[in-house]
Nanobody
C-alpha cells in the first residue's frame, strides 16, 4: 500500500522558518522523482520543488533562495526547508512521487503565514 505522509506544517509569523517532511512507503522510493506542490485558496496547484533520483534539485515557484528540497533514500523521506516565510506562501503543501506515468500524492500539510 502506497503512502505519502506529510508533516511539519503549521501557523507561523512572517519571517519564520518551517521544515516539511514527507515519509514514503509502499514503493521503491529511490526510483522516483519526489516533489512538493502547493495550492493556495482559490488558486491552482503549483510545483514548489523537485529532487530527482540523482538528488538534483529544481524549483518551480520563484523563492529567492528561501526553499531547499532534499531527500534521504535511507529513510524514504523528502524534506522542504522553507525560510523567511511570507504570507504568499500560505497554502496546502503536497508531497508527490513520480516515475514515468506512475504518480502518487499525499494528503497535504497546511502552512499558514500570518501576523
Amino acid at each position: 500500500q502506497v503512502q505519502l505522509v506529510e508533516s511539519g506544517g503549521g501557523l507561523v509569523h512572517p519571517g519564520a522558518s518551517l521544515r516539511l517532511s514527507c515519509a514514503a512507503s509502499g514503493f521503491i522510493f529511490s526510483q522516483y522523482t519526489m516533489s512538493w506542490y502547493r495550492q493556495a485558496p482559490g488558486k491552482e496547484r503549483e510545483l514548489v520543488a523537485s529532487v530527482n533520483r540523482s538528488r538534483r534539485a529544481s524549483y518551480g515557484v520563484p523563492n529567492e533562495g528561501r526553499f531547499t528540497v532534499s531527500r534521504d533514500n535511507t529513510k524514504n523521506t523528502v524534506s522542504l526547508q522553507m525560510n523567511n516565510l511570507q504570507s504568499e506562501d500560505t497554502a496546502m503543501y503536497y508531497c508527490n512521487a513520480r516515475r514515468g506515468y506512475i504518480e502518487y500524492w499525499g494528503e497535504g500539510t497546511l502552512v499558514t503565514v500570518s501576523s
